[in-house]
């Protein structure tokens, strides 16, 4: 017997005063409507907000770059010739890998590539890359020209997985094209979280799969850091990257993470793309001419990184770090829960909800696909208030973000979608 309302704004805001995490959203800045209210945020797969301490931070590296000039590589309060180091426990400990596995560098789609030249190794025999159903668009094109890089082409190297379950990829199926095509799999590369459907997928199955029929496993983790609990060492996979300017805050365009595996981490057998950054940094600047990789994925690196993005990092590096990725986790469960359940009550033939209903198949994103890709709905909550985003050709999604979100945006949320209907 259901005796308490779900759909009441009273039964949010009891849900909110109970939240161990509910004062963390005060940590954020809220875009603000042209009527002094702030928006209903629902976008932070697209854009994390920034955290209050950004500017602050940024603002001290502009400081101490007026100040001391070059002098800061060694002398500014926080120095930038390691300044990425400073990121790196923080990183690591948001996707379960260990310091050496983990470093922050260039941007995703730039890694993807320079991870590929190490893990994407074709043989005429061994020559595919198996990616996901529905891969964000950068994906495709990077994996496709790899593939012709090396000569191959695409149309016959790249598999795209189909959905067989609804709108959605199960493990029998995947499992099933890797029993079909495994000897001639060289790469699986898939998304942690589909961008689309926001479906998660089982990084730990996925990669024992793919090794043991003999293929490396990279995971674009865009959609999934920051997200899901992630433990990527136990898990195993060869390599992964994401983006930080989705749910890692860290501000339009920041910087990427990657992870090597441990396994990788002192191999100099594998080719690689080298530069400076990925030198000995203890004798970089006697600026020899032998390159001697560091130990682990810092060995990736190429260049000295940008600070000022690092610096917004920083503070919301440390947010993740108050926080702790299992509460956020179970925060992110019980949010899209309270939202499917919503959904359920509305339960409107227009709009068919695509993402999993399993918990552990979604991380913090819904996808409502909408029927005869009707537009105007989605114009309609904008119009009142609510930032989502609208993907062609007929998908909303949702995301609810458990460090600012609270489940009075997802009641907010829910009532004025039954309004706009
Ligand atoms: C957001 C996203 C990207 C974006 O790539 P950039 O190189 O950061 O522009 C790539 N892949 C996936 C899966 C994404 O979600």
């Known amino acids: 017997m259901e005796s308490v309302q779900l759909d009441t704004g009273a039964y949010a805001e009891a849900l909110d005063r109970a939240d161990p995490l509910a004062r963390f959203r005060d940590r954020f ?34 400081e101490d770059w007026s100040k001391l000039g070059v002098e800061g590589h060694i002398h500014a309060r926080h120095p930038w010739m390691p300044y990425h180091e400073f990121l790196t426990s923080s990183m690591a400990r948001v996707v379960g890998g260990k310091e050496i596995e983990v470093v922050v560098m260039n941007s995703l789609t730039v890694n993807l590539h320079l991870l590929m030249v190490s893990f994407y190794r074709p043989t005429q ?38 959905p067989d379950v609804d709108d959605y990829v199960s493990m029998a199926q995947i499992e099933s094209v890797l029993n079909e095509q495994g000897e001639e799999i060289a790469l699986v590369l898939i998304g942690g979280v589909n961008y689309y459907s926001g479906q998660a997928y089982n990084i730990k199955s996925i990669t024992e799969l793919a090794h043991a029929k003999g293929a490396m496993v ?26 930080s300017y989705k749910y890692l805050n860290s501000g339009p365009g920041s910087l990427s993470g990657i992870f090597v595996h441990e396994r990788h981490a002192y191999d100099t057998t594998l080719p690689r793309f080298h530069g400076w950054w990925g030198h000995n940094k203890s ?139």
């Open 283 to 421: 004798n970089r600047f006697k600026m020899g001419p032998v390159f001697e990789p560091m130990a682990g994925a810092e060995a990736w690196q190429l260049s000295n990184p940008p600070i000022l993005p690092l610096a917004a990092m920083r503070a919301s590096m440390e947010l993740f770090d108050e926080a702790g990725m299992s509460a956020l986790r179970e925060k992110s469960v019980k949010l899209t829960s309270y939202l499917l359940k919503l959904l359920e009550i509305l339960d409107h033939p227009k709009i068919k909800v695509i993402t999993p209903s399993r918990s552990e198949e979604r991380g913090c994103q819904i996808s409502l696909q909408i029927k005869d890709a009707d537009k105007s709905m989605f114009d309609d909550i904008t119009n009142r208030g609510v930032i989502a985003d609208w993907r062609e050709p007929d998908v909303i999604r949702i995301a609810t973000v458990p460090l600012y979100n609270s489940y009075k945006d997802v009641y907010d949320f829910y009532s004025l979608l039954k309004e706009a209907l």
């Open 218 to 243: 990279g995971f674009d983790l865009a959609h999934a850091a920051g997200n899901l609990h992630l433990n990527l060492h136990d898990d195993g996979p060869d390599f992964a990257a994401w983006c």
């Open 29 to 62: 800045n809220l875009p603000i409507q042209a009527n002094g209210e702030p928006h209903i945020y629902l976008c932070g797969n697209s854009l994390g907000l920034q955290p209050k301490k950004a500017n602050e931070y940024v603002q001290q590296e502009m």
């Open 125 to 162: 025999k061994r020559f595919k890359i198996l990616i996901e159903y529905s891969p964000f668009p950068s994906d495709r094109f990077a994996v496709e020209s790899q593939a012709r890089f090396h000569g191959f082409d695409p149309a016959e190297a790249v598999i795209e997985m189909q």
